[in-house]
Protein backbone atom coordinates (compact mmCIF):
# COMPACT_ATOMS: atom_id res chain seq x y z
CA UNK A 1 0.00 0.00 0.00
CA UNK A 2 1.65 3.48 -1.30
CA UNK A 3 2.03 5.71 1.72
CA UNK A 4 -1.15 8.54 2.20
CA UNK A 5 0.29 11.94 0.93
CA UNK A 6 -0.95 14.84 2.82
CA UNK A 7 -2.44 17.45 1.08
CA UNK A 8 -0.78 20.66 0.64
CA UNK A 9 -2.23 24.06 0.99
CA UNK A 10 -0.70 26.87 -1.24
CA UNK A 11 -3.27 27.49 -3.79
CA UNK A 12 -3.35 30.86 -4.53
CA UNK A 13 -5.13 31.68 -8.03
CA UNK A 14 -8.08 30.43 -10.11
CA UNK A 15 -8.75 27.80 -12.45
CA UNK A 16 -8.19 28.30 -15.89
CA UNK A 17 -11.51 28.30 -17.32
CA UNK A 18 -12.01 31.49 -15.72
CA UNK A 19 -9.60 33.26 -17.90
CA UNK A 20 -7.99 34.83 -14.95
CA UNK A 21 -4.39 34.14 -13.56
CA UNK A 22 -3.84 30.23 -13.43
CA UNK A 23 -1.48 29.44 -10.05
CA UNK A 24 1.44 27.77 -10.89
CA UNK A 25 0.62 23.63 -10.54
CA UNK A 26 1.33 22.81 -6.51
CA UNK A 27 2.24 19.48 -5.27
CA UNK A 28 -1.03 18.83 -3.84
CA UNK A 29 -2.60 14.91 -4.03
CA UNK A 30 -6.45 14.10 -3.45
CA UNK A 31 -7.34 10.91 -1.65
CA UNK A 32 -10.30 9.10 -2.35
CA UNK A 33 -11.32 6.09 -1.94
CA UNK A 34 -14.38 3.47 -3.24
CA UNK A 35 -14.58 -0.64 -2.01
CA UNK A 36 -15.80 -1.27 -5.91
CA UNK A 37 -12.81 -1.47 -7.82
CA UNK A 38 -12.69 -0.29 -12.08
CA UNK A 39 -12.24 -3.72 -12.58
CA UNK A 40 -10.92 -2.81 -16.20
CA UNK A 41 -10.08 0.57 -18.97
CA UNK A 42 -12.30 -0.47 -21.06
CA UNK A 43 -13.86 2.19 -22.44
CA UNK A 44 -16.56 0.65 -24.20
CA UNK A 45 -20.50 1.24 -22.33
CA UNK A 46 -22.06 -0.20 -20.50
CA UNK A 47 -19.98 1.52 -17.47
CA UNK A 48 -20.50 1.37 -13.63
CA UNK A 49 -19.65 4.71 -11.30
CA UNK A 50 -16.21 3.26 -10.60
CA UNK A 51 -15.50 2.76 -13.79
CA UNK A 52 -16.30 6.52 -14.81
CA UNK A 53 -14.97 8.21 -12.41
CA UNK A 54 -11.28 6.24 -13.36
CA UNK A 55 -12.40 6.78 -17.06
CA UNK A 56 -12.45 10.08 -16.70
CA UNK A 57 -9.27 10.62 -15.05
CA UNK A 58 -6.85 9.17 -17.85
CA UNK A 59 -9.02 9.77 -21.14
CA UNK A 60 -10.11 13.19 -22.67
CA UNK A 61 -13.04 13.43 -24.49
CA UNK A 62 -13.65 15.96 -27.59
CA UNK A 63 -15.64 17.94 -25.20
CA UNK A 64 -17.05 17.88 -21.10
CA UNK A 65 -19.99 18.52 -19.75
CA UNK A 66 -19.64 20.71 -16.62
CA UNK A 67 -21.81 20.84 -13.33
CA UNK A 68 -23.87 22.93 -15.19
CA UNK A 69 -24.40 20.52 -18.05
CA UNK A 70 -22.56 23.10 -20.29
CA UNK A 71 -20.20 21.75 -23.32
CA UNK A 72 -16.88 22.71 -22.85
CA UNK A 73 -13.89 22.26 -25.17
CA UNK A 74 -11.64 19.18 -23.93
CA UNK A 75 -9.34 17.29 -27.08
CA UNK A 76 -11.25 19.94 -29.62
CA UNK A 77 -10.30 23.07 -30.60
CA UNK A 78 -14.00 24.24 -29.86
CA UNK A 79 -17.27 22.54 -29.89
CA UNK A 80 -18.95 22.43 -32.94
CA UNK A 81 -22.09 23.27 -34.70
CA UNK A 82 -24.06 20.39 -36.22
CA UNK A 83 -24.12 20.17 -39.70
CA UNK A 84 -26.95 18.06 -40.33
CA UNK A 85 -26.57 14.54 -39.00
CA UNK A 86 -22.63 15.06 -38.71
CA UNK A 87 -20.46 17.04 -36.79
CA UNK A 88 -16.85 18.52 -38.04
CA UNK A 89 -14.50 18.74 -35.55
CA UNK A 90 -10.89 20.70 -35.16
CA UNK A 91 -8.67 19.06 -32.44
CA UNK A 92 -6.43 20.85 -30.54
CA UNK A 93 -3.32 21.50 -32.53
CA UNK A 94 -0.05 19.75 -31.31
CA UNK A 95 -2.24 16.79 -29.37
CA UNK A 96 -0.18 14.24 -27.98
CA UNK A 97 -0.49 10.42 -25.70
CA UNK A 98 1.15 10.98 -22.16
CA UNK A 99 3.89 8.66 -23.71
CA UNK A 100 5.05 11.85 -25.96
CA UNK A 101 3.46 10.35 -29.32
CA UNK A 102 1.05 12.40 -31.62
CA UNK A 103 -2.39 12.11 -30.71
CA UNK A 104 -4.36 12.18 -34.19
CA UNK A 105 -7.53 12.43 -35.71
CA UNK A 106 -7.46 8.71 -36.52
CA UNK A 107 -6.88 7.81 -33.23
CA UNK A 108 -9.94 9.63 -32.08
CA UNK A 109 -11.76 7.45 -35.28
CA UNK A 110 -10.76 4.19 -33.92
CA UNK A 111 -11.46 4.89 -30.34
CA UNK A 112 -14.95 6.05 -31.59
CA UNK A 113 -15.88 3.27 -33.75
CA UNK A 114 -15.13 0.66 -30.39
CA UNK A 115 -17.33 2.60 -28.71
CA UNK A 116 -19.91 2.29 -31.46
CA UNK A 117 -19.96 5.96 -32.83
CA UNK A 118 -19.06 6.50 -36.49
CA UNK A 119 -16.30 9.01 -37.62
CA UNK A 120 -14.33 9.53 -40.11
CA UNK A 121 -10.62 11.31 -40.46
CA UNK A 122 -10.11 14.00 -43.01
CA UNK A 123 -6.72 15.00 -41.58
CA UNK A 124 -4.17 14.46 -38.83
CA UNK A 125 -5.91 17.14 -36.87
CA UNK A 126 -9.48 17.23 -37.95
CA UNK A 127 -12.62 14.25 -38.34
CA UNK A 128 -16.12 14.39 -39.08
CA UNK A 129 -18.46 12.55 -36.49
CA UNK A 130 -21.63 10.77 -37.30
CA UNK A 131 -24.07 12.25 -34.54
CA UNK A 132 -26.10 15.12 -35.08
CA UNK A 133 -25.91 16.50 -31.31
CA UNK A 134 -22.68 17.59 -29.50
CA UNK A 135 -24.45 16.40 -26.47
CA UNK A 136 -25.14 12.97 -27.59
CA UNK A 137 -21.54 11.82 -27.80
CA UNK A 138 -19.90 13.83 -24.42
CA UNK A 139 -19.45 10.83 -22.94
CA UNK A 140 -17.56 9.07 -25.60
CA UNK A 141 -13.66 8.61 -24.33
CA UNK A 142 -10.55 9.15 -26.51
CA UNK A 143 -8.44 5.84 -25.41
CA UNK A 144 -5.41 4.08 -26.80
CA UNK A 145 -5.55 0.82 -28.61
CA UNK A 146 -4.20 -0.74 -25.09
CA UNK A 147 -6.94 0.67 -22.95
CA UNK A 148 -4.75 0.16 -19.49
CA UNK A 149 -4.94 3.19 -18.45
CA UNK A 150 -0.61 3.66 -18.54
CA UNK A 151 -1.27 5.60 -21.48
CA UNK A 152 -3.32 8.51 -21.51
CA UNK A 153 -5.35 10.95 -23.36
CA UNK A 154 -6.93 12.99 -20.06
CA UNK A 155 -5.33 15.07 -17.30
CA UNK A 156 -3.89 11.80 -15.52
CA UNK A 157 -2.17 8.41 -16.02
CA UNK A 158 -1.78 5.49 -14.13
CA UNK A 159 1.84 4.95 -12.91
CA UNK A 160 1.42 2.17 -10.20
CA UNK A 161 -1.28 -0.17 -9.22
CA UNK A 162 -2.39 -3.17 -7.00
CA UNK A 163 -4.82 -4.85 -4.97
CA UNK A 164 -5.05 -1.64 -2.66
CA UNK A 165 -4.11 1.49 -4.30
CA UNK A 166 -4.25 3.15 -7.61
CA UNK A 167 -1.82 5.88 -8.10
CA UNK A 168 -2.24 8.19 -11.06
CA UNK A 169 0.12 11.25 -11.55
CA UNK A 170 -0.75 14.13 -14.32
CA UNK A 171 -0.46 13.80 -17.83
CA UNK A 172 2.63 16.21 -19.09
CA UNK A 173 0.95 16.49 -22.45
CA UNK A 174 -2.59 17.32 -21.44
CA UNK A 175 -3.15 19.49 -24.63
CA UNK A 176 -0.63 22.44 -23.03
CA UNK A 177 -2.05 23.08 -19.49
CA UNK A 178 -0.84 20.30 -16.62
CA UNK A 179 -3.88 19.91 -13.75
CA UNK A 180 -3.46 21.34 -10.83
CA UNK A 181 -2.93 18.19 -8.35
CA UNK A 182 0.26 16.62 -8.60
CA UNK A 183 -1.63 13.34 -7.70
CA UNK A 184 -4.60 11.58 -7.21
CA UNK A 185 -4.62 8.12 -4.76
CA UNK A 186 -7.26 5.85 -5.10
CA UNK A 187 -7.72 3.34 -2.21
CA UNK A 188 -9.35 0.37 -3.03
CA UNK A 189 -11.21 -0.97 0.46
CA UNK A 190 -11.71 -4.23 0.96
CA UNK A 191 -15.38 -3.54 2.28
CA UNK A 192 -17.48 -0.98 2.27
CA UNK A 193 -17.19 -0.79 6.69
CA UNK A 194 -12.87 -0.44 5.93
CA UNK A 195 -13.71 2.42 3.15
CA UNK A 196 -16.06 3.81 5.84
CA UNK A 197 -13.21 3.31 8.65
CA UNK A 198 -10.79 5.39 6.50
CA UNK A 199 -12.48 7.88 5.93
CA UNK A 200 -13.59 8.27 9.90
CA UNK A 201 -9.83 7.80 10.15
CA UNK A 202 -8.68 11.28 8.36
CA UNK A 203 -6.98 9.16 5.63
CA UNK A 204 -9.04 10.50 2.28
CA UNK A 205 -10.78 13.60 1.13
CA UNK A 206 -13.23 12.30 -0.60
CA UNK A 207 -16.16 8.74 -0.82
CA UNK A 208 -17.77 8.92 -4.12
CA UNK A 209 -19.89 5.62 -3.67
CA UNK A 210 -22.16 5.73 -0.46
CA UNK A 211 -25.10 4.53 0.16
CA UNK A 212 -28.84 6.08 2.26
CA UNK A 213 -28.10 3.91 5.61
CA UNK A 214 -24.35 6.45 5.45
CA UNK A 215 -26.23 9.14 6.10
CA UNK A 216 -25.86 8.39 9.79
CA UNK A 217 -22.72 7.92 9.62
CA UNK A 218 -19.53 10.58 10.82
CA UNK A 219 -16.69 10.94 8.31
CA UNK A 220 -14.57 13.24 10.51
CA UNK A 221 -13.53 16.33 8.29
CA UNK A 222 -15.80 14.85 5.12
CA UNK A 223 -19.10 16.59 4.40
CA UNK A 224 -21.87 14.54 2.99
CA UNK A 225 -23.36 15.71 -0.05
CA UNK A 226 -26.51 14.60 -1.72
CA UNK A 227 -25.75 15.12 -5.57
CA UNK A 228 -28.34 14.72 -8.44
CA UNK A 229 -27.73 11.52 -10.46
CA UNK A 230 -28.16 9.99 -13.38
CA UNK A 231 -27.39 6.28 -12.24
CA UNK A 232 -29.90 3.96 -13.47
CA UNK A 233 -30.01 0.46 -11.36
CA UNK A 234 -30.35 -2.20 -14.07
CA UNK A 235 -30.63 -5.73 -14.22
CA UNK A 236 -28.44 -6.89 -17.05
CA UNK A 237 -29.43 -10.44 -18.39
CA UNK A 238 -26.96 -13.26 -19.55
CA UNK A 239 -28.74 -16.58 -20.95
CA UNK A 240 -31.93 -16.30 -20.06
CA UNK A 241 -35.29 -15.81 -22.80
CA UNK A 242 -37.21 -12.82 -23.43
CA UNK A 243 -40.29 -14.34 -21.86
CA UNK A 244 -39.08 -14.92 -18.59
CA UNK A 245 -37.06 -11.43 -18.50
CA UNK A 246 -40.93 -10.46 -19.63
CA UNK A 247 -42.32 -11.78 -16.64
CA UNK A 248 -40.05 -10.86 -13.86
CA UNK A 249 -40.07 -7.01 -15.23
CA UNK A 250 -43.89 -7.46 -15.00
CA UNK A 251 -43.63 -8.83 -11.06
CA UNK A 252 -41.13 -6.28 -9.83
CA UNK A 253 -42.55 -3.21 -7.57
CA UNK A 254 -40.32 -0.85 -8.50
CA UNK A 255 -41.68 2.01 -6.12
CA UNK A 256 -41.04 -0.62 -3.60
CA UNK A 257 -37.33 -0.92 -4.02
CA UNK A 258 -37.30 2.71 -4.23
CA UNK A 259 -38.66 2.91 -0.42
CA UNK A 260 -36.96 -0.46 0.90
CA UNK A 261 -33.54 -0.32 -0.37
CA UNK A 262 -33.42 3.62 -1.35
CA UNK A 263 -35.14 5.06 1.51
CA UNK A 264 -37.64 6.77 -0.72
CA UNK A 265 -35.34 8.63 -2.54
CA UNK A 266 -35.75 7.45 -6.39
CA UNK A 267 -37.66 7.18 -8.91
CA UNK A 268 -39.29 4.35 -10.86
CA UNK A 269 -38.41 3.38 -14.34
CA UNK A 270 -41.04 1.54 -15.26
CA UNK A 271 -44.82 0.21 -14.77
CA UNK A 272 -46.28 -0.43 -11.70
CA UNK A 273 -46.41 -4.09 -11.17
CA UNK A 274 -48.72 -6.77 -12.57
CA UNK A 275 -48.51 -10.23 -11.32
CA UNK A 276 -51.16 -11.37 -13.83
CA UNK A 277 -49.13 -10.54 -16.63
CA UNK A 278 -46.36 -12.18 -15.51
CA UNK A 279 -48.16 -15.09 -14.70
CA UNK A 280 -48.98 -15.11 -18.14
CA UNK A 281 -45.32 -14.60 -19.43
CA UNK A 282 -44.66 -17.80 -17.03
CA UNK A 283 -47.36 -20.20 -18.36
CA UNK A 284 -46.79 -22.46 -15.45
CA UNK A 285 -43.29 -22.24 -15.39
CA UNK A 286 -41.44 -21.51 -12.00
CA UNK A 287 -38.19 -20.76 -13.10
CA UNK A 288 -34.74 -20.49 -10.82
CA UNK A 289 -32.99 -17.23 -11.47
CA UNK A 290 -29.57 -17.04 -10.44
CA UNK A 291 -29.06 -13.31 -9.15
CA UNK A 292 -25.59 -11.65 -8.78
CA UNK A 293 -24.35 -8.44 -7.41
CA UNK A 294 -21.63 -6.73 -5.99
CA UNK A 295 -19.80 -8.03 -3.29
CA UNK A 296 -19.58 -5.89 0.14
CA UNK A 297 -22.64 -4.06 -0.87
CA UNK A 298 -25.26 -3.76 1.88
CA UNK A 299 -27.43 -1.65 -0.31
CA UNK A 300 -27.98 -3.96 -3.30
CA UNK A 301 -27.57 -6.94 -1.06
CA UNK A 302 -30.90 -5.41 0.25
CA UNK A 303 -31.79 -4.33 -3.13
CA UNK A 304 -31.78 -8.07 -4.33
CA UNK A 305 -33.30 -9.67 -1.09
CA UNK A 306 -36.29 -7.15 -2.22
CA UNK A 307 -36.36 -8.35 -5.85
CA UNK A 308 -36.35 -12.28 -5.22
CA UNK A 309 -39.15 -11.68 -2.48
CA UNK A 310 -41.28 -9.88 -5.43
CA UNK A 311 -40.42 -12.47 -7.78
CA UNK A 312 -41.09 -15.44 -5.24
CA UNK A 313 -44.90 -14.07 -5.65
CA UNK A 314 -45.29 -15.69 -9.50
CA UNK A 315 -43.17 -19.07 -7.96
CA UNK A 316 -39.56 -18.00 -9.22
CA UNK A 317 -37.10 -19.45 -6.96
CA UNK A 318 -34.44 -16.75 -6.64
CA UNK A 319 -30.96 -17.58 -5.41
CA UNK A 320 -28.74 -14.74 -4.65
CA UNK A 321 -24.85 -14.33 -4.80
CA UNK A 322 -22.30 -11.56 -5.39
CA UNK A 323 -19.26 -11.43 -7.49
CA UNK A 324 -16.45 -8.04 -8.71
CA UNK A 325 -17.85 -5.64 -10.54
CA UNK A 326 -15.72 -6.62 -13.91
CA UNK A 327 -17.26 -10.46 -13.68
CA UNK A 328 -21.00 -8.80 -13.42
CA UNK A 329 -20.07 -6.86 -16.87
CA UNK A 330 -18.78 -9.95 -18.44
CA UNK A 331 -20.46 -12.67 -19.98
CA UNK A 332 -21.01 -16.07 -17.79
CA UNK A 333 -20.33 -19.25 -18.32
CA UNK A 334 -24.17 -20.24 -16.65
CA UNK A 335 -27.61 -18.10 -16.79
CA UNK A 336 -27.81 -15.00 -14.88
CA UNK A 337 -29.15 -11.69 -13.72
CA UNK A 338 -26.26 -9.01 -12.89
CA UNK A 339 -27.94 -6.00 -11.02
CA UNK A 340 -25.62 -2.73 -10.80
CA UNK A 341 -25.83 0.65 -11.72
CA UNK A 342 -24.70 2.42 -15.16
CA UNK A 343 -24.26 5.66 -16.17
CA UNK A 344 -27.93 6.93 -17.92
CA UNK A 345 -27.90 6.74 -21.65
CA UNK A 346 -25.65 3.04 -21.10
CA UNK A 347 -28.33 1.16 -20.03
CA UNK A 348 -27.24 -2.36 -22.12
CA UNK A 349 -30.19 -3.14 -24.92
CA UNK A 350 -31.61 -6.02 -23.02
CA UNK A 351 -31.82 -5.04 -19.31
CA UNK A 352 -34.37 -4.08 -17.57
CA UNK A 353 -34.73 -0.73 -15.83
CA UNK A 354 -35.59 -0.74 -12.25
CA UNK A 355 -35.00 2.72 -11.04
CA UNK A 356 -32.74 5.64 -11.11
CA UNK A 357 -31.44 7.05 -7.63
CA UNK A 358 -29.95 10.19 -6.33
CA UNK A 359 -26.39 9.43 -5.31
CA UNK A 360 -24.05 10.50 -2.03
CA UNK A 361 -21.14 11.40 -1.46
CA UNK A 362 -18.59 12.75 1.29
CA UNK A 363 -16.17 15.80 0.55
CA UNK A 364 -13.55 17.09 2.26
CA UNK A 365 -13.96 20.57 3.36
CA UNK A 366 -10.27 21.43 2.57
CA UNK A 367 -11.78 20.48 -0.97
CA UNK A 368 -12.71 24.03 -2.41
CA UNK A 369 -14.06 24.75 -5.97
CA UNK A 370 -15.30 21.20 -6.14
CA UNK A 371 -18.59 20.26 -6.44
CA UNK A 372 -19.86 16.69 -6.27
CA UNK A 373 -22.05 16.17 -9.36
CA UNK A 374 -23.11 13.26 -11.16
CA UNK A 375 -23.74 15.26 -14.98
CA UNK A 376 -21.91 12.59 -17.21
CA UNK A 377 -19.07 11.45 -15.42
CA UNK A 378 -18.04 14.73 -13.49
CA UNK A 379 -17.25 12.97 -10.32
CA UNK A 380 -14.06 14.04 -11.29
CA UNK A 381 -14.62 16.77 -13.52
CA UNK A 382 -12.15 18.20 -15.01
CA UNK A 383 -9.32 18.24 -12.31
CA UNK A 384 -7.17 20.61 -13.61
CA UNK A 385 -10.40 22.98 -12.04
CA UNK A 386 -9.76 21.83 -8.35
CA UNK A 387 -7.90 24.01 -5.76
CA UNK A 388 -6.74 23.41 -1.94
CA UNK A 389 -6.80 25.82 1.24
Known sequence: MLGILPLLAACAGVAPNTGRATPVPSKAVLVFADWEAPGTFDPRPPT???RLRDDTLVYGRLWIPDPAGRLLPDLAAEVPRPDGDMLTVNLRPGLRWSDGSPLTAADVVRSYALQGVGAVALSATRLRVQSGQATSVASVFVAPPQADGRVASGPFRLVAADSGELRFTRNPHYHGRQPYLAEIDELVSSSHDAMEEAA?????????????????????PLRTVVTISERNEVLVPAGIDARLLAALSAATDRQALVTQAFGGAGKPLGLPPQVDLARHFLAGRTPTIALQTVCDDPLRASEAAALAAQWSQIGARVTTSCAAISQLTSTPPTPRLALYSVLAGQT????????????????????HGFEANDTVGTDLWDVSEWWLQ
Open 48 to 50: TGA
Open 348 to 367: PADAISLLQRPALRAVSTAL
Open 200 to 220: QAGEVDFLPHLGPADLAAHFG
